[in-house]
Structure formats: C-alpha cells, structure tokens
C-alpha cells in the first residue's frame, strides 16, 4: 500500500480484557516496529521484526504484552488483561531493510483502557 | 547507555525568524540519525536521515546537519504550518531500536 495503515484508530476497552492492534506494513518493507507513546512523553520501543528472523522481544514491557508477524506482511500486537497504565497511542513502522534505513510510521492506534 | 536528548523543549517563533532545533546522543557505533515531524493525533513523519559528521540534507525551509556528538535541525523563515513537533532519533551498533528523543515543540505564530 501507499503507507502503513493500522487499525483500529480508536479503541476503548475495559480494565482486565484483552486487545489486538493491527499493523499492515508498506509492500516490500522487510523490518517492522512497534512503538507505545503515552501523553506527553517520548516513544517506547517494543518489538522489531526483520524478515523471518526471531524478533527483538527486549522493549515489551510485561508477559501480557505479545506480538506476532507473518512473513513480511501483517503484523499484530496483543495486549492481555489490559491494565489503566497501557493507556497510551501504539504505533508501527516499517522500513525496507531494517537497521540504519529510516522507519515510516502509521497513523497509530489510540488504546484508552477505562 | 545510549542517549539522545532534544533541546529546547518547547520553541515559540515569530513567523520569518530563523532558529534551529538541537539534538545531542551519546551512543557507540552511529549507524544512522533520523528526523521526523509529528502533528497532534498522528504518526510520526520521516523527514531526514544523517549518517556520517558533515553531512546535511534540505528540504524547503528545513536543513538537517550532522557533528560527532549532535545534530541541528535548521528552520529558515519558518511559516505556520511549520508548528509541530520534531522528534530526533538514532540507531546505533547492532541493536534494531530506533532511540527517541521527547522532542521539540515548535510553534511559529503568524
């Protein structure tokens, strides 16, 4: 596609359930990132992926964070038992080839847990 | 660990006054600094990359320079639509994260 589409661009959901963010990367673009903004503050990584490599699991911040990619197309984030804190905008990115090429971001998926 | 901090916070402009925008990173192994431009409510957008000390890069009323230690982001008779915020980061030796800065909040007021 044009750019990196993800969805949904809202979602509200209740303290203790589970959630998915979708991600579909630019045609072509090999590495693929998530990142968690919360109001007011920088972006926190999370996950990398580049090819059919294992990915980077380091900036998942608990166990109840998991994210998953096919190929090098869709990706998706999974939050379980959502917690107040994970209130925050998710955002994915890719990029053709990954490390030292720049990212692309999506529009974001604004998470309010309630 | 690694670093990249973005100076000044915040930057109010008169429309016409030049200023510029810093960002320094302490990290081992540059393998690439990138800036990007973020309006409210949306994702981040690419503007430049900068790999090596010397390099700049221009786009309209925007230069992007690079030293060992920091970069400038250059905004040359800015315009209202300027106002944003931009966001400064690098890759560095083998990780795959991209480290952010908290950005500079730019307005330029008419």
């Known amino acids: 596609g044009a750019g990196v589409s993800q969805s949904p661009s809202n979602k509200v959901t209740e303290k203790g359930k589970d959630v998915e963010l979708r991600c579909d990367p630019i045609?072509?673009?090999?590495?693929l990132y998530w990142y968690r903004q919360r109001l007011g503050q920088g972006l926190e990584f999370l996950i990398y992926?580049?090819?059919?490599?294992?990915?980077?699991k380091s900036g998942l911040p608990s166990d109840r964070f998991s994210a998953e990619r096919t190929g090098e197309s869709v990706s998706t984030l999974t939050i379980q038992r959502t917690q107040q804190e994970d209130s925050a905008v998710y955002l994915c990115?890719?990029?053709?080839?990954?490390?030292?090429?720049?990212?692309?971001f999506g529009q974001g998926t604004r998470l309010t847990v309630v | 660990e690694d670093q990249v901090t973005q100076s000044p916070e915040a930057l109010r402009l008169q429309e016409g006054e030049s200023s510029s925008l810093n960002c320094s990173y302490t990290?081992?192994?540059?393998?690439?600094l990138f800036w990007y431009r973020q309006d409210p409510g949306k994702g981040p957008e690419f503007l430049f990359t900068l790999y090596s000390a010397g390099e700049e890069k221009e786009k309209e009323r925007l230069k992007a320079t690079l030293t060992k230690k920091e970069s400038f982001l250059h905004i040359t008779a800015p315009k209202p639509e300027d106002s944003a915020t931009y966001l400064c980061a690098v890759q560095a030796g083998t990780g795959n994260q991209f480290y952010f800065g908290t950005g500079t909040s730019l307005t330029v007021i008419p």
């Open positions: 990290v081992s192994g540059l393998r690439g």
């Open positions: 990115a890719s990029s053709l080839v990954g490390r030292g090429t720049e990212a692309f």
């Open positions: 992926f580049q090819g059919n490599s294992a990915p980077d």
């Open positions: 045609s072509g673009h090999t590495a």
